[in-house]
């Protein structure tokens, strides 16, 4: 445990290249044209010169100011008094159109001043962007919506991918680490409602170290996770953003994000990421993800025109 005011110097594994590069410089010009967020940016993600350099961004609805205030996290918080962009699903399928992707990733701040926690507009924007971008698959990260299971149930209607959402950290240390509307085991209600509205969409979540969690709780989090049919899982090392925020603990080396991974794949997650850059957006593990979907959706269709077939055959006979 680190002696209060002290910081824990940053072990050579965590040395990353500050962002730079015509890629990026064309990225964050198209954002700010459109008036659109990333969080990116506003949460200090280490890896931010890899997935601009390579075309990708993570969008953040809903505006740049949060209504609540994690220990952990870089985003302004402040009241944002109702204020929505309606036009922002539009503005998001025009950027995404530009930069020709086939997967994105949505999140968003969290709005405890709107009625339903803005379900709606991420419904849309889902909406929007698969009118316009069939081929293109959408991952969203939302927040827990308050546990309004309407409002869980607007996005999941809106069939994204892939639905996400962080519990962030162990148990125990939830008081500590993230703001007091925002209970663990709300979160994992978030993703077993997830499941019983839609046993279809694959439900991700996510998890930093570094917070003084014990091996045991990590484990017992993953248990959990699984219980209410978590099927993706990240894991990565917290950074301190600011003095202000809470500090690291500890700074868990490769080998043991690795173990974990392993044990995370024993317990039965489709897949799992871990690694000291990790994050819940995770360039590295999109292409996995991506190729899984699509994999799996064409083995679905391949059964149903089978199943046409092997009926017409019948039917003949």
Known sequence: MPTKGVSLKKPNWLKTRPPAGDRYRHIKANLRS???????EEARCPNLHECWGGGTATIMLLGGVCTRGCRFCAVTSGHPRGWLDPLE??????VLEEWNLDYVVLTSVARDDLP?????????TVHVIKQRIPRMLVEVLIPDFQGDREAL?????????VIGHNVETVERLTP????????????LQVLKAVKELDPTRYTKSSLMLGLGETEGEVLQTMKDLRAVGVDFLTLGQYLQPTKKHLPVERYLPPEEFERYRRMGEELGFLYVAAGPLVRSSYRAGEFFLRSLIRG????????????REAHGQEHKS
């Open 296 to 307: 799996r959706a064409q083995a679905r269709e391949r059964e149903r025109k089978g199943g």
């Open 116 to 124: 339903d926690g803005g379900a709606a507009h991420f419904a849309r």
């Open 176 to 187: 500590k680490v993230r703001d007091r509307r925002a209970h663990y085991e709300q979160s």
């Open 34 to 40: 459109h008036g659109l967020h990333t969080v990116c």
């Open 89 to 94: 699903p539009w503005k998001v399928a025009r």
């Open 153 to 161: 149930r607007e996005v999941v209607e809106a069939r994204p991918d």
